[in-house]
């Protein structure tokens, strides 16, 4: 499951994203990096009390590990909003673009800046249109599910690069599961017509929930992939809030290389 990355970091591909040679793309194992103790040790979360220079430190190493020019960060806040970035900034700058725009999307079309989100548990869904090549990264909590985040991307796409959402890819990184999505208040916290992808325990499929998301925003069913991994069950790979409430945050990273 897990790839080598090529300075020590490990990362999940997914196959429809990997037969395209003009990009990269991964979900990151929390291995390879510096931070200690639960945080141990490729954490890329800002707001988790890590010190921040082992956050940069990680997140150099993330960059490295995909050849980027450019990493570049939203203030993630489990909203709907996406940040369409369209000229970066001066080459000479850093190679961290850590933008102060808050949002839970970012999509681009500038060769060789990635799209990074951070998530532990949450949706990590990476986007791509072989076409008109933009990319998009999406963070998608059960908030962001039920706002519909990942077709608020889609459309961005649409909006900003006049994408064509039946000829895009898109995957869906390690995540929580049904097996672990348990939402014992979702008569208060879930609007109703969410219900018909819970079970009998109460477990919620959100994976579901963003695959029809997806394919009501234009995709086709085929060009959605799922790396099928939960974050609960996996805590030796995976950042899982979960599993540990002082757990790091892993990276979902999407970018055209470099021209
Ligand atoms: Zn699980």
């Known amino acids: 499951m897990l790839e080598p990355g090529n300075n020590g970091t490990q990362l999940v591909r997914t196959p429809g994203l990997s037969r395209f040679d003009e990009i990269d793309h991964g979900f990151f194992s929390r291995h390879g990096g510096v931070s200690q103790g639960e945080l141990a ?45 369209d000229s970066a900034p001066d080459p000479s700058s850093d190679p961290l673009w850590q933008t102060n725009l808050e949002a839970d999307a970012i999509v681009t079309n500038l060769p060789g800046v990635f799209c990074a989100i951070a998530v532990a548990d949450c949706q990590p869904i990476l986007l791509y249109d072989p ?4 990319v998009g990264a999406v963070h998608s909590g059960w908030r962001g599910s039920l706002q519909n985040i990942a077709a608020h991307a889609v459309e961005a796409m649409v ?21 672990c999505a ?26 579901a929930v963003t695959r029809d998301q997806l394919t009501a925003a234009g995709l086709e069913g085929r060009n959605i992939d799922c790396a ?24 979902g990273v999407i970018g055209l290389k470099p021209a």
């Not at 954490?43 to 990680?58: E, Q, S």
């Open 159 to 179: 909006q900003a690069f006049g994408c064509n959402p039946a000829g895009m890819i898109a995957a869906i990184g390690p995540s929580l599961g049904a097996c």
């Open 228 to 251: 099928n991994i939960c974050t609960k069950c996996t805590p030796e790979h995976f950042f899982s809030y979960r599993a540990s409430h002082a757990a790091g945050r892993f990276a």
């Open 41 to 85: 040790s490729l954490n890329i979360g800002t707001a988790v009390n890590d010190d921040p220079d082992l956050v940069t430190k990680n997140r150099l190493a993330i960059a490295r590990a995909m050849g980027a020019d450019r990493l570049a960060f939203v203030k993630q806040v489990h909203g709907k909003e996406v940040v369409v970035l």
């Open 182 to 207: 348990e939402f014992i208040h979702y008569r208060t916290e879930i609007p109703e017509k969410f219900w018909k992808y819970k079970d009998e325990k109460d477990h919620f499929d959100f994976w």
């Open 131 to 134: 076409e008109k090549k933009a």
